[in-house]
T-cell receptor
Framework: KAGVTQTPRYLIKTRGQQVTLSCSPISGHRSVSWYQQTPGQGLQFLFEYFSETQRNKGNFPGRFSGRQFSNSRSEMNVSTLELGDSALYLC?????????FGEGSRLTVL | QKEVEQNSGPLSVPEGAIASLNCTYS??????FFWYRQYSGKSPELIMF??SNGDKEDGRFTAQLNKASQYVSLLIRDSQPSDSATYLCAVSRAGNNRKLIWGLGTSLAVNP
């Protein structure tokens, strides 16, 4: 059974640009959550999607947005990038129980 | 004060010893408690979860929860070098298991 797949794995952007990250959950999983991980703040919840609807949202500015498609694949977008957005972005899928994380997308903002 | 606090470590134990990892949380509405392990450069993976006060054992791992003291711990018996990783404590409110609040993690080094 394939795991959670995130693309791209690494990317470099400059301030002011925008970025879109993609997540393909484990087959059959309808819940997709996004987290930001930085050394100083640790893992912070961004949002969760379930059946194409945002079910939970963390305390991030509106520059961070996401969506989920009918096949449960999810994307997150960050607009007007800031240096502080440099982080590992983790996607996790779930069915009824535990979260299964992808390997993450490491974003560097210069 | 962070909502979930862990000693950053590093915690260093000899092979075969018991490693004790601790976590405190501030939200009394927290109902679900999770321990994840994260190897360097890898994503977190779930070790155990606990919902009720007391102990829960799974192989070499035991999670302990004390809601009155707002404290959750993880014991690793017979520690192995392969247990060397960062251990993350995460909590969530009732019915909201996807919105986890995380500690910064404790780095564990098991020395052969």
């Amino acid at each position: 059974k394939a795991g959670v797949t995130q693309t791209p794995r690494y990317l470099i952007k400059t301030r002011g640009q925008q970025v879109t990250l993609s997540c393909s959950p484990i087959s059959g999983h309808r819940s997709v959550s996004w987290y930001q991980q930085t050394p100083g703040q640790g893992l912070q919840f961004l949002f969760e999607y379930f059946s194409e609807t945002q079910r939970n949202k963390g305390n991030f500015p509106g520059r961070f947005s996401g969506r989920q498609f009918s096949n449960s694949r999810s994307e997150m977008n960050v607009s007007t990038l800031e240096l502080g957005d440099s982080a590992l972005y983790l996607c996790a899928s779930a069915n009824t129980g535990e979260l299964f994380f992808g390997e993450g997308s490491r974003l560097t903002v210069l | 004060q962070k909502e979930v606090e862990q000693n950053s470590g590093p915690l260093s134990v000899p092979e075969g010893a018991i490693a004790s990892l601790n976590c405190t949380y501030s939200d009394r509405g927290s109902q679900s408690f999770f321990w994840y392990r994260q190897y360097s450069g890898k994503s977190p993976e779930l070790i155990m979860f606990i919902y009720s006060n007391g102990d829960k054992e799974d192989g070499r791992f035991t999670a302990q929860l004390n809601k009155a003291s707002q404290y959750v711990s993880l014991l690793i018996r017979d520690s192995q070098p392969s247990d060397s990783a960062t251990y993350l404590c995460a909590v969530s409110r009732a019915g909201n298991n996807r919105k986890l609040i995380w500690g910064l993690g404790t780095s564990l080094a098991v020395n052969p």
